[in-house]
């Protein structure tokens, strides 16, 4: 007698039924497939989670040095931009630079990526390549931070923008770009430079608002959705139109 399963050698049935029993998925696997075991990749026995204070890091490797990183600049973003309510991010550190570009959807040059609480890290072998740990941990830290109180509505500058004030202070002099085409360049980086430019652009930006308005109040623009048009005239000086070379900015900076 024929049926019609995938020919792979599991019964759907019968492993919903030791689940219901209070099986393991590696007890069910194992039942299967004897000698098998579970993991992201050849090299590990699956994610092992590493309680922060106040985080969460989901990996597949020992981490100790990168919860320990993970403390202090989770402590200092709550310093740079206190939470109006209690956030507990998840940081999943990626084994490997592929998973970390299809999980994110994100170019293999970013080194991070934050998605409201949870954010993905590149290996630790490219983030110690990068010699930016823990200014990307900072950075994604922060972003969390922002996310969670801003609109939906606020524009994306402002939210990167006053990610980048914080996390990275002084920006130097940047290549003058209209406020109306900065979000279309950090959504769709044409290539890795232009990504750059575009958020050292937004940070400049949000810094001489921070400056001007002070923190509370650009706060207040995130959460209604929008800056009001007299505050971005008063960007219009020359000084911030004036021409330069971008940064060397890190990537673990960019979104």
């Known amino acids: 007698i024929w049926g019609y399963g995938h020919g792979v050698g599991l019964c759907q049935a019968g492993a919903a039924e030791m689940a219901a029993e209070g099986h393991s998925s590696a007890e069910i696997l194992s039942f299967y497939f004897s000698g098998t075991r579970v993991g992201v990749t050849s090299q590990d026995r699956g994610w092992v989670s590493v309680r922060g204070t106040g985080w969460t890091l989901w990996t597949t490797l020992m981490a100790t040095d990168l919860v320990r990183e993970g ?28 998973l970390f570009r299809q999980v994110t959807n994100e170019p293999g040059w970013m080194l991070a990526s934050a998605q409201g609480t949870r954010v993905f890290l590149q290996p630790s072998t490219v983030l110690k390549r990068s010699g930016g740990g823990e200014e990307t941990l900072l950075h994604e830290f922060l972003h969390v931070q922002v996310e969670s109180e801003a609109s939906p509505q606020a524009p994306l500058w402002l939210r990167e923008g006053v990610v980048e004030a914080l996390a990275s202070g002084e920006h130097g002099t940047v290549e003058a770009m209209a406020v109306a085409d900065l979000d279309v360049a950090l959504t769709r980086p044409r290539n890795q430079a232009e990504s750059q430019r575009a958020h050292a652009r937004a940070g400049m ?51």
């Open 71 to 98: 403390n202090a600049e989770w402590g200092k973003a709550q310093v740079l931009y206190p939470p109006r309510r209690p956030v507990q991010p998840d940081v999943w550190q990626m084994p490997t630079t592929e």
């Open 205 to 255: 930006l949000a810094q001489a608002l921070i400056a001007r308005y002070g923190l509370e109040q650009v706060r207040l623009w995130l959460r209604s959705g929008s800056v009001p048009e007299s505050a971005l005239k008063v960007l219009a000086p020359a000084r911030w139109q004036a021409p330069g070379p971008a940064p060397a900015g890190n990537p673990s900076m960019q979104r």
